[in-house]
């Protein structure tokens, strides 16, 4: 039984709320739950799945806007720009139907799996995130924001409330892979996301990011560099190579070895350059 539970309706009463108690914030509750069967639920809840506005995907001034309470599926039916369709490729291997009517884009961020399947495409599209407490708002890189295995650089009394994608994105061409046990309903081995912007038929903007193989899912600077001026054919491809992804830490679990991680990283990244010059 829960101990005490709170669903507000407004920001302003949330951020009352978590202000003045220690509360575990909910939104789709999609890893919250799952990671509790058969356990009594004794912590203090916010569930800030009522708060009003803060579901829309909406282009604002020089970026969109995807609120904190957007799920996978709102993000799979946005009608958004070409450099989003590797973030909603993503959004459609977030476990089945169910999950993705209600878990939200923001809460696999605030969760800070190295496997959450949002963070490798938003990496690519130089994604930064808005925190609100009473004090004040705050904006944070993404690789600010995730500090490391499961932890964020949230601070007692702040809520993320919108993820913040520049409008560059809307030119590029983009594409992500997973690899798992299976397509649908696994926990990612690998996964690799690319957005590229094309002009004069060449690179001229690379962004490669690989998750699952790291505490927190990285971008491979040293490939995107090499990338830039590279036809924008399938042979851009070819300048792929191990040295690039040494910022890798990949382990051995019950899933795949680090070295299996590795290689598949290494094809899979090759792959999805391929997909977005094709």
Not at 75 to 84: H, N, Q, Y
Request: proline share 4%; glycine share 8%.
């Amino acid at each position: 039984m829960v101990a005490d539970y709170h669903r507000p309706h407004s920001l302003e009463r949330a951020l009352e709320l978590l202000t003045d108690n220690r509360l575990t914030v909910l939104a789709g509750g999609t890893d919250f739950y799952p990671a509790r069967v058969g356990v009594a639920i004794s912590e203090p809840i916010l569930d800030i799945s009522a708060v009003r506005g803060m579901r829309a995907i909406e282009r604002r001034g020089d970026h969109w806007r995807i609120g904190a309470l957007a799920t996978w599926t709102d993000l799979i039916e946005a009608d958004l720009p070409s450099g989003f369709h590797g973030l909603q490729m993503a959004a459609s291997q977030v476990g089945g139907v169910q999950i993705q009517n209600t878990g939200t884009v923001a809460g696999n961020l605030v969760n800070a799996s190295p496997a959450a399947d949002g963070v490798p495409p938003l990496l690519t599209l130089d994604t930064s995130v808005e925190l609100r407490s009473r004090e004040g708002t705050r904006r944070l890189s993404l690789p600010e924001f995730l500090t490391g295995y499961r932890q964020t650089a949230l601070e007692q009394g702040e809520l993320l409330i919108a993820i913040l994608v520049p409008a560059t994105a809307e030119g590029a061409t983009s594409a992500f892979l997973k690899l798992g046990a299976r397509s649908h309903l696994v926990i990612s081995i690998v996964m690799v996301s690319v957005v590229l912007q094309i002009a004069g038929g060449e690179i001229v903007d690379a962004r490669v990011s690989i998750g699952a193989c790291s505490p927190v899912a990285v971008r491979l600077t040293d490939l995107e560099v090499e990338l830039i001026g590279q036809p924008a054919d399938r042979s851009a491809a070819d300048i792929v190579s191990s040295d690039q992804l040494d910022v890798l830490s990949p382990i051995d679990d019950v899933r795949a070895t680090a070295d299996y991680r590795r290689h598949a990283a290494h094809v899979m990244v090759r792959r999805a350059i391929a997909g977005c010059v094709k």
